[in-house]
């Protein structure tokens, strides 16, 4: 009995529906050409009907499962749509209505992160042609959103001395006032460091210069002690130790020939200053010479000289 009266119910709403449909006026159908339209208020309506087919046909194009031809057939029928928006938007223009082109969004397409790619005509199917949905996946389009490789442009030499400014030479370096504490504690520590040590080498050469001067070793010992003192001094201590050591033999050898009687005698001919004020001279020519004259013309001299057995 249940299922009886559940038919009957259907049958009955059934023909309540079409008496409603009979009663009502027949569906006005959207004139094929914008032109053809007199009215405003008209081509409004159109225009939001439009808007509206629009919105299911992108919802549908979103299905993943749908067919590849499916989906081509159903980007195509939204790109249609979209160029009939358009021809009513110039038509409601015309008839004197708000400027809708100014508020809708331009022919811009996006990639399937939704950034948006500037191309303008991307498969050759008229200018403006947009994908939606899941026909950017189709085979040859996600191609046209891949994008090559930014290449790393090197900088040229002017390039990079154009970013560089007082910073880069360290002028604002003490401007927040933590590199000065900083520095003064650094400081402090290497002029101790360098103070310890210089103490340290002053008591090494001290006792060296003691143990070298004084000679308390002799024979064998004393070269011994010769070389190690020279392995613990530095180069220059050494050779201030060397000089101290020569002037103490000369001083002591010249007190040794003043208390025997005898002058002390230089065993090195030196020149008087007569012979010194001609070796100057003869070198100040010489430069003059070789500053104001070519060396072809200084060979004739030379052999000039030679040949009148000139010494000057």
Request: charged share 40%; proline share 4%; with cysteine.
């Amino acid at each position: 009995m249940a299922r009886n009266e559940e038919k009957a119910q259907a049958l009955l709403n059934r023909f309540i529906t079409i008496k409603q449909e009979e009663k009502r006026k027949p569906r006005e159908r959207r004139p094929y050409l914008a032109s053809q339209c007199r009215d405003l208020a008209h081509a409004d309506r159109w225009r939001v009907d439009i808007l509206r087919e629009i919105g299911v046909k992108v919802a549908e194009i979103q299905n993943e499962g749908l067919a590849e031809h499916r989906l081509r057939d159903l980007n195509d029928a939204i790109n249609k749509l979209l160029r009939e928006r358009s021809h009513w938007e110039r038509r409601i223009l015309e008839l004197g209505g708000r400027d809708y082109s100014r508020s809708s969004n331009a022919a811009l397409m996006t990639d399937l992160d939704g950034n948006i790619v500037a191309v303008p005509n991307p498969s050759g199917r008229g200018p403006g042609y947009r994908y939606f949905g899941h026909a950017k996946n189709l085979p040859g389009v996600r191609e046209l959103f891949d994008k090559p490789p930014e290449v790393r442009k090197r900088r040229t030499r002017y390039e990079i001395c154009k970013r560089i400014d007082a910073g880069y030479y360290g002028y604002h370096d003490d401007e927040d006032g933590v590199l000065e504490p900083l520095e003064a504690a650094a400081e402090k520590r290497k002029r101790d460091e360098v103070v310890t040590e210089w103490h340290r080498v002053e008591r090494v050469r001290r006792e060296a210069m003691k143990n070298v001067v004084s000679g308390e070793v002799a024979g064998a010992g004393g070269r011994v002690g010769e070389v190690a003192a020279r392995e613990v001094l530095f180069e220059e201590v050494e050779e201030e130790v060397e000089e101290e050591r020569r002037l103490e033999e000369e001083r002591m050898e010249r007190e040794k020939g003043e208390e025997a009687g005898r002058e002390f005698v230089a065993h090195v001919p030196l020149p008087d200053d007569k012979e010194i004020e001609r070796m100057v001279l003869a070198k100040k020519k010489e430069e003059l010479l070789s500053k104001y004259t070519s060396d072809a013309l200084q060979g004739q001299q030379k052999e000039a000289k030679e040949m009148l057995n000139v010494q000057r």
